[in-house]
């Protein structure tokens, strides 16, 4: 099996490869631009997407870099890889690395569902299977996207037919262009904050479109609906008439809805949820998983019970692992 190590971040010692480090390393493949999971590289491999995205949030990279496309196997050294669709955000990918110890996919952040905006993850076999596990506990199943995304235009035509001011709190990168594709598709006028807009020629150069939209003035909101990160609801304060709806896969915990101080909160996720991860292990069939993030123990060890060998690397006392 091709061995794994985490220390201060997932390295692969027989490819020299590390995996969604945030330290500067020599050289990393890049899931996704999720500032969670980039860095400044000396060799940075990514689709092209994920690259763009890293130069509008994080600027130029310092090193080089390698725009793999999906399905293409770039042969190096020790090594091949190969990138699969992961359907988190536009251009977010899995790699699959085969050496003569083995194979490994790595999914990075993930889901099975199509998006609006990004379409499902793929799968293959592997023999070892890296997967982040944010919802790994049984009770995170989501709805049917297309009821939940019932739910947001609801929520905005209600909101406005009472004339008030919808507000919808989503992450900049991948939720927010997944709702203002929603608001285009059911003909409501948007007003995205300007860390969504500036990312949007980027999703349109990859073959998205998104209805002409007001530039940010949420004084003059009229009826737009607000469409911000949740670290700039602040900045609505000033509204008057203000109703404010969190999207978040924790929505579908209850007391989402109390912690963010939101009118209403709608589990829209672009992460897998529990029935997705076990869905995703079953399509690979490796001999081995190793769980990344989130509820990584327990999904682990929910997968022991199932008799699948399966540890979690992060965690307790999870911190220099060889395997």
């Known amino acids: 099996m091709i061995e794994v190590k985490l220390a201060r971040g997932l390295f692969l010692p027989e490819a020299g490869l590390w995996l969604d480090p945030r330290a500067s390393s020599a050289r990393a493949f890049v899931s996704h631009a999720h500032s969670d999971h980039t860095g400044r590289h000396a060799m940075t491999l990514a689709t092209s997407e994920t690259l763009a995205l890293m130069r509008l949030r994080i600027g130029v990279p310092k090193g080089a870099v390698q725009d793999i496309p999906f399905g293409e196997v770039c042969e190096f050294d020790a090594f091949r890889l190969r990138l699969l669709p992961a359907g988190h955000v536009l251009g977010s990918a899995q790699c699959l690395i085969e050496s003569a110890s083995g194979s490994l996919l790595y999914t990075g952040d993930f889901k099975l569902r199509p998006g609006l905006t990004s379409g499902a993850a793929g799968?293959?076999?592997?023999?070892?299977?890296?997967?982040?596990?944010?919802?790994?506990?049984?009770?995170?199943?989501?709805?049917?996207?297309?009821?939940?995304?019932?739910?947001?235009?609801?929520f905005c035509r209600e909101t406005l037919a009472s004339g008030?001011?919808?507000?919808?709190?989503?992450?900049?990168?991948?939720?927010a262009q997944e709702v203002l594709a929603l608001l285009g598709r059911e003909g409501l006028p948007a007003m995205p904050h300007p860390s969504i807009a500036r990312l949007l020629p980027v999703y349109e150069a990859a073959g998205y479109h998104f209805p002409a939209a007001a530039d940010w003035d949420p004084l003059r909101a009229g009826a737009s609906v607000l469409v911000c990160p949740p670290s700039a609801a602040r900045s609505l304060k000033p509204v008057e008439r203000l109703r404010t709806a969190l999207i978040s896969g924790w929505a579908i915990d209850r007391s989402a809805i109390y912690r963010s101080r939101c009118d209403a909160a709608f589990p829209l996720s672009d992460h897998a949820g529990y029935d997705e991860l076990l869905r995703h292990v079953e399509n690979v069939a490796p001999r081995r998983v190793l769980t990344l993030h989130g509820f990584a123990q327990e999904f682990a060890g929910d997968l022991r019970a199932r008799g699948i060998e399966a540890w979690a690397l992060t965690g307790p006392n999870q911190l220099a692992l060889a395997l």
């Open 123 to 154: 799968s293959c076999r592997a023999e070892t299977l890296v997967m982040e596990t944010t919802f790994g506990l049984p009770r995170y199943v989501f709805p049917p996207s297309e009821t939940v995304r019932a739910a947001i235009a609801g």
């Open 164 to 175: 008030r001011v919808p507000a919808l709190l989503a992450y900049s990168l991948g939720k």
